[in-house]
């Protein structure tokens, strides 16, 4: 899913734009099962955490737990909600 590679690039670009270096990332088991080919390319070190489900946090380790805006969290559920539709649109054969 490309939208899962523009959604971490877009994260982990807001980290750097206010001075922070993300470096951890924790995904659900649902997030790494549809971001497989982006989380190859990642360079965070990925934790799976099976209760974060179809989500993933993305963090700075050093900041981590000291500020909020040290981590993000993400979602692909609504990635995935938007792919099941138009797959249900081109099925109608309108």
């Known amino acids: ?7 971490l690039q877009a994260v982990i670009s807001d980290f750097e734009g206010e001075g922070l270096k993300p470096d951890i990332l924790l995904a659900g ?11 190859a390319e990642c360079s965070l070190k990925i934790y799976r955490i099976e209760e974060l489900g179809y989500d993933a946090v ?3 380790s050093a900041y981590l737990g000291q ?8 979602s692909i559920e609504p ?3 938007e792919s ?8 109608l054969d309108v």
């Not at 899913?1 to 959604?7: R, T």
């Not at 099941?84 to 099925?91: D, N, R």
């Open 1 to 7: 899913m490309m939208e899962v590679k523009e959604l």
């Open 29 to 39: 088991p649902g997030f790494i099962q549809y971001a497989k080919d982006a989380l």
């Open 58 to 60: 993305v963090a700075d």
């Open 84 to 91: 099941e539709m138009w797959k249900e649109i081109h099925e």
């Open 67 to 74: 500020m909020k805006r040290a981590s993000r969290r993400v």
């Open 79 to 81: 990635l995935l909600r």
